[in-house]
């Protein structure tokens, strides 16, 4: 048996040691209910516990504190008894720990097949990882030193060399080898100027000519150094299972182990001395994802935990939702197609932003007639579009990540007042625009996301405000899946998604 047979039987037996374990977010688990996942005794499981919990990943939470999958912050805080010890995942994302592969998948999921859910959380991290890029670049930023390292998971940094690996393959680089009579170009002035000329016919003739060929140096150090770090990242990658998602069909193996190099400290110093000499953009961005792999890599061995994922996935299902419904809340008034026409022309404020046109508070001291303006009411989504009956719409999307149960009697896991509220005052913000445009029809939605299909749950109304408006608040259960995969695909939903056509009712355009 080869060597290299040997090593991929080894390969497969480790891979398949690994163990997977799957959490729902935000959902209430027993102290041995975790170990027993995890198939680990009592103390190991503790101490997988207490890392997690200080990597805030996990938190302790009453069990009657809990409902579907909601956890209140207000009973995150309380002193816990021995047969109390609940804990839930505040996380949405692939964790690695030892032997462990913990998956915790969002919350709005309740029943799901383990293929199904392999599936969809291999889309969830598609979309945690397009919105963590969109957002502010983290790696990039860490890798070129503008921002603290601390800020990047490992694995996140480990999945970006794999992508650009895939991309623009390994690191090397182009050296000429100068040559006579070779095979290469010929470099004409060194020829003239340092070989014989000789005359045929009154013409001169040059026996031997320089000539010069661009060659890959397949030997470079880097070359190898980044060959090393890429098979180190695929390994991580097998046993966290992260093959599909990432669209690795076949995996690489180098046979020379990084430490045959140098030690991490020499390595760096070789990547930060190649850097001064670098100028090439995606060669630089390698040389710093290297660098970056190997400061985590020093920091990885004081924490064994590598994670990828999110805390904030209510961020994230605010963001696909806006980048979906096409939300207009940063473009100026006079480029809003839906509004182009005679009344456009004398709207006094075309050239500000739909955000711009929401009154700022101002504070003002006694006796002053000039007071500072400070923050005001932001909307996840803005969007003036015409419905089916071509008449000109205004809609108001706050995307919810809140797991809403609606009965006939009673309703959980909605909002709470200030949500509510903040509806009504966006719709009033935009009073002068109503009217001067003569829209009537708004409509004010809530954006929750649903396991399986959308359809109109009901609405929330406050009467004293519902008196100024003339509108309800809509809930709006949308299929995640869907959304997500616009969001991909960098679509908008059709109108026909997100648009309530059971009118009972028009706000005043005033």
Known sequence: MTLRRMGWRFLLR?????????????????????CQRMGVSWEKGRQVIEQLMNSNIMRRVRKSGALDGEVFPEDMDEIFTDDERYLTFTFVGILM??????????????????????????????????????????????????QSDNQVSFLAVIMELIEQYQKN??????????????????????????????????RPF??????????????NFFYCLHQCIISECFDVIEKADLG??????????FDIRRNVLGE?????RR???????????????????????????GKKKQSRLLFYGTNAMNLVW?????AVVGNQLQIKVRNIQELAGEQLRSFPAKDKSLLQLIDRPEWVAEGCGIGEKKDTLIPDSIRIRKDADGRKMFAIYDAKYYNIVFTPNRVSGQPGIESITKQYLYHLAYGALLKHFQITRVQNTFLFPSESGSKWLGRVTMPMLRDVTGTDVRSLALDASMVFQYYLDDKELPIEDVVYHGYTYESPAS
């Open 271 to 297: 990547i930060e001395q190649e850097l001064t000499r670098q100028f090439v953009t995606s060669k630089r961005q390698m040389l710093q994802l290297m660098h970056l792999y190997l400061t985590r890599q």
């Open 169 to 202: 393959g390994f690191y090397r680089k182009q050296e000429t080898i100068e040559e006579i009579n070779g095979m290469g170009d010929i470099d004409w002035e060194k020829t003239v100027h340092e070989t014989q000329t000789l005359l045929s016919h009154g």
């Open 206 to 219: 040059y026996p031997d000519m320089y000539t010069k060929q661009s060659m890959w140096d397949e030997m």
């Open 264 to 268: 991490d400290d020499y390595l760096l």
């Open 97 to 146: 720990l030892d032997d462990i592969v913990i998956r915790c998948y969002p919350k709005y999921l309740k029943h799901v097949e383990d293929g199904v859910r392999s599936e969809t959380f291999n889309q969830v991290l598609a979309v945690i990882r397009k919105y963590e890029k969109t957002r502010d670049q983290h790696i990039v930023k860490a890798a070129s030193g503008k």
């Open 14 to 34: 480790m891979v398949n040691d690994m163990r997977t374990v799957w959490f729902r977010e935000l959902c209430c688990y027993a102290e041995s209910d975790i």
């Open 318 to 322: 605010e963001t696909a939702c806006g």
């Open 244 to 253: 599909d998602f990432l669209g690795i069909r076949s995996r690489y193996r």
